[in-house]
């Protein structure tokens, strides 16, 4: 397994590049450390002492330093670690996902939103879930590494669920994940209930009545706040959503709900498509 952990030397990048170290470890997975530097269109203007570009300067500066860290997750955790610098006008969360589907997790630090057009533009690791190929795992900068035993996965009635569950298996099959897929349905009628056994009842056919998969189905008008008290109130070890490829209305309310979710996360939350 390879793992990319975005670095921005931030607080919260250096807490996803442990908690990505950690999860390395566990999973006898690699880990490569990216660092993106961004140029500006006069920059070339910019000259320091002896003709050296400011963005040359601050790359070498950046490969230092990750040079350094990964040496010591090798030594720390016995990890086989290197690391990428790029530099380029593009945008960060562009850089990082042209290199993200070589790898199988992308691994990166968030401090939530910290000012109001951060939410409507969406933070960076929302930016880089939303189009990447390669699942996500948001860690909040207060999040500690912990094995992830307990696993709730918000779900839409989507038969292809099945799929997105043999992405599961690392957290599965290494930690002996028990996985709660939970609906949050807006009213409290016949056909809703009818509807989520149906799907249960083929889901867990599909998955061979696996003991350690439950199904849940709640009713609330408010669905970030329900997902978020599920999550808060009992010990869940990471939250899973997924973007979807519906009608357009659908996707903009669907990406919403995740943008909410993953603006200020109490825990790791890892995001795929669909």
Known sequence: MKILCPVDFSEEGINGMEYASRLAQNLNATLTLVNVQKL????????????????????????????????????????????????????????????????????????????FSSFYLGTHSFRVSKNAKTPVLIVPIDSTFK?????????????????????????????????????????????????????????????????????????????????EAIVEGKDVDMLVVCFEKHSLPYRLTHRNLIRELTSDPKIPVLVFQK
Do not use: W
Request: aromatic share 8%.
């Open 40 to 115: 500006s269109i006069g920059e070339g203007m910019t000259m320091f002492a002896g003709g050296e570009r400011e963005s040359h300067k601050l790359a070498s500066e950046a490969s230092d330093l990750l040079a350094d860290y990964c040496n010591d997750i090798r030594l720390t955790f016995n990890v086989e670690a290197d690391y990428i610098v790029m530099t380029s006008m593009n945008t960060v969360e562009n850089c990082i996902n042209d290199v993200g589907h070589e790898y199988n997790l992308i691994v990166i630090g968030t401090n939530g939103v910290q000012e």
């Open 147 to 227: 094995p992830m035993l307990e696993v709730v996965y918000a779900t839409d009635y989507d038969m292809n669920d099945n799929q997105l569950l043999q992405h599961l298996q690392f957290v599965i099959k290494n930690f002996k994940a028990r996985l709660k897929l939970i609906h949050v349905s807006g009213k409290e009628i016949a056909v809703s209930e009818e509807v989520f056994n149906s799907f249960k009842r083929e889901l867990e056919d599909k998955l061979n009545d696996n003991p350690r998969i439950s199904f849940k189905r709640l009713v609330s008008d408010h669905i970030i706040e329900k997902l």
